[in-house]
């Protein structure tokens, strides 16, 4: 294909995006984990999770679903372990989350019938692990905040810190001797951050 601005330069041909059902489609790989980020395929080779990564993902959800039962947030769900969310259709974003949250409202649209949760969570936790890149983990916070979520931590269990990502704002950036607070999204919810690593 020959561009009309560019006389001679060949266009490369362009990738055709990824449904989601598609990618749900794709067969299992027991040594590849993937994403689907705007219709392109995400591949990177699987990695055991630590014991520190483990143990940071339990708290985190143990503190979440102590924070929905005692501030009253009905069916509020958390959800942890690489939980499947599709963030949205055409062009499609599927990905996998190490901790979730989605209020009461959003999780009573969800049907039997999905084996993934339907629209962006309320809250999305990234655990760092050794092998993620800074371009990778830009990539997915970039697509989660433009798919709607309100909220992302960036959680990092070697240096004990936490940065939250919201739209259109700055990133908010929380150390071990310091009080986790994100009061707009989860009133209530307040967390010694070194807590959440021990």
Not at 47 to 57: D, G, M, V, Y
Not at 77 to 83: D, I, L, N, T
Request: proline share 7%; glycine share 6%.
């Amino acid at each position: 294909i020959i561009t009309a601005n560019e006389p001679g330069i060949l266009e490369p041909p362009r990738q055709k995006l990824m449904t989601v059902e598609e990618f749900l489609a794709m067969p299992d790989d027991e040594n590849i984990e993937r994403d689907l980020i705007r219709g392109e395929v995400r591949e990177w080779v699987m990695t055991h999770r630590s014991r520190r990564h483990a143990a940071t993902e339990a708290k985190m959800t143990y503190f979440l679903m102590n924070w929905v039962q005692q501030e009253r947030q009905g069916n509020g769900k958390v959800y942890s372990g690489e939980v499947g969310c599709i963030l949205r259709h055409s062009p499609s974003s599927t990905v996998g989350i190490d901790v979730a949250y989605i209020t009461a409202e959003h999780a009573a649209r969800q049907t039997d019938a999905s084996r993934l949760i339907e629209g962006p969570p309320a809250l999305a936790v990234e655990i760092l692990s050794p092998n993620d890149t800074q371009e990778a983990i830009a990539e997915k916070i970039d697509e989660y905040l433009a798919c709607g979520v309100p909220m992302v931590w960036i959680v990092d269990p070697h240096f004990r810190t936490i940065t939250i990502h919201r739209p259109a704002m700055a990133p908010e950036f929380f150390t071990e001797a310091q009080t986790l607070l994100a009061e707009n999204e989860l009133p209530g919810f307040r967390a010694l951050v070194r807590n959440l690593f021990e």
